[in-house]
């Protein structure tokens, strides 16, 4: 279970980003952040994966706060969450399957790093990994950087689920992508959180893909969260709370 509470960001200048965020997130949610651009979703995002420094406000994780500038925090984290950006930081040069091995870095003991061996159990997990998000008949055939926008996000899935991930955090997963790659994104995060009891919190602003195929949805407006109702279509007044 991930609480915030009073979340805040306030810059040298004086300059408000995020204002007493405070929300509750159980396992299994998809919650679709939206709002509009400068509202402050990747502020916050990145703040809860200890990218960033908040001002004020708690962080708690399965009851353990966690502090924006512990090494051991950010060490933690790095196990058990994934932070999927705006365009996911693949090797360019490896296939898909490789890209996927790189999610299991941290779990391997150090002479496996070293030589960069790969068991075969290993081998065939990442093979699942990547049939769980359609792209088995992709796993060697070309570089990540020739698979298209959609295929490279759904590859940092599967790399999410190698890593062991429990809560993935994406920052616009579905920007620059045609609806029917980005409806394939959403229903693989989403399924993810129904059968693996994961936790995905992401930032879009595309509030009828987050209507269709979120459980929750935040609004957020000039850095404070406005809306946190179950996934349904909004009404005309909560749109305008938050856009
Ligand atoms: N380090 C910083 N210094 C100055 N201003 C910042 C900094 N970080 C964020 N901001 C400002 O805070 C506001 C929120 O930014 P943020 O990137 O979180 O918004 P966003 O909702 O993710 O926007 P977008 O949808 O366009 O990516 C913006 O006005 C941005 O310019």
Known sequence: MIIVRNLTKTLIDGQTILSKVSFQVDKGEFVVLIGASGSGKSTLLSCMALQQKWTEGQLIIDGTELSGS????KFSLRKDWAFMEERPALNPRK???????SGRFYQLPLWRKLTGTISTDEHIRAM???ERVGLLDKAKMLPAEKLSGGEQQRVAIARAL???AKVILADEPTKGLDPESATKVLQDLRAL???QDMIVIAAMQNLEMAERNASRIWGLAGGRLVLDIPARKLTQQEKN???
């Open 128 to 130: 699942d990994y990547l």
């Open 193 to 195: 959180c129904k059968e």
């Open 162 to 164: 190698a890593q062991g």
């Open 95 to 101: 296939n898909a399957l490789k890209n996927v091995f």
């Open 70 to 73: 512990k090494w051991s925090d």
């Open 241 to 243: 709370t938050i856009f």
